[in-house]
């Protein structure tokens, strides 16, 4: 069945790719996220693509009629509302597996510059100034990395702790005790992973279960001194915890790869449409003053952002979209 398609938040090669991939449909293809500024150029769109900028919610969805599937370019989905969609009868569906070495990598990357102070070291250096006083650091051997989510990124990052001589202890709602013997890590609960672990790392989706996770109740039983890691989802640790933590001393660092609020980040513009959310203001600010601190390094949600990944995510979300078309079998999450 042939399908009108609009892709959004797609540049130039990956056009190229998608279009000969989906030779024999109708695709039109945009740079900028799908928002209600442009949701008309996708109005007759039976299918449209998104990334995790794409705020999918009941208001654009009601302005696309002929809308049937959605085929995220990403494993999360929470950035559309996938209850509206099943209540419509509009398929959604993600790419599921693509980069879980890619973030576990990049997870490492961001440990390794806190726990070596490469990023204190480079912008010392980049102003001429060659000391090392302030810049000593620590090994990973014989730390204590607690893993919340023993996904399959997660089950990546405690592989590569391991080759570090690392110990590992790990928080998932779901064990799996054959997995934890044979990559010799211990399971244990929330509070025992937070008090006991030198770095802590994040890999959980977001949810409602998940939202606030590393809250103001628990983030004080961190160890004194503790780095926070997280390449998952900015919803999953309270901002304003965070930045207390930070500024009273009691985490050592944080390097993250995603912040709550962070598409404020993206672009000055949108705080006009929030200059009456003082919510959202106040996590504008928030995020700026982390930012700003020397004990914390920031990536701009880069960590699945690999040459390998990136094809896989675009193979994926061809094979979806022609699923869909075919009636065969793609990833389906309603």
């Known amino acids: 069945m042939k399908m009108k398609i609009a892709i959004f938040e797609v540049q130039k090669w990956k056009q190229e790719f998608l279009k000969a991939e989906l030779a024999g449909h109708e695709v039109e293809f945009f740079e900028e996220p799908l928002s209600e500024e442009n949701v008309e150029k996708a109005k007759d769109a039976e299918a449209i693509s998104v990334f995790i900028y794409s705020k999918v ?59 070596r102070n490469v990023h204190k070291s480079y912008l010392r250096t980049n102003s001429g100034d060659f000391s090392i006083e302030g810049l000593k650091g620590f090994d990973l051997k014989d730390k204590t990395l607690g893993v919340i989510g023993t996904g399959k990124i997660g089950l990546h990052v405690i592989r590569m702790a391991k080759g570090f001589g690392m110990h590992v202890k790990a928080y ?13 890590f211990e399971y244990a609960s929330l509070d025992e992973v937070l008090s006991t672990s030198d770095i802590v790392s994040l890999h959980v989706p977001y ?32 901002t304003d915890a965070l930045f207390d933590a930070l500024d009273e001393g009691h985490i050592g660092g944080a390097a993250l790869d995603v912040l709550e609020g962070e598409e404020l980040l993206l672009d000055e513009k949108q705080m006009l449409y929030y200059k009456e959310d003082n919510d959202k203001l106040r996590e504008l600010v928030r995020n700026e003053q982390i930012l700003k601190r020397d004990n914390v390094v920031f990536t701009p949600h880069i960590a699945f952002y690999s040459q ?27």
């Open 172 to 184: 998932d709602v779901q064990t799996d005790n054959f997995l934890s013997e044979v990559l010799h």
């Open 308 to 334: 390998e990944a990136l094809e896989r995510i675009l193979n994926a979300t061809a094979e979806n979209l022609k699923g869909f078309s075919e009636g065969g079998t793609i990833y389906s999450v309603s």
């Open 207 to 238: 949810n409602k279960n998940t939202h606030h996770l590393i809250n103001k109740e628990n983030i004080k039983k961190m160890k004194k001194g503790a780095l926070l890691i997280n390449t998952a989802r900015g919803g999953a640790v309270d």
């Open 57 to 115: 919610k009941k208001d654009i969805i009601e302005k696309l009629p002929k809308l049937k599937f959605i085929a995220t370019q990403s494993t999360g989905f929470d950035h559309i509302d996938v209850e509206f969609c099943k209540e419509k009868g509009i398929g959604v569906a993600n790419v599921p597996h693509y980069g879980e070495n890619t973030v576990a990598e990049h997870t490492f990357a961001l440990i390794l510059a806190l726990s």
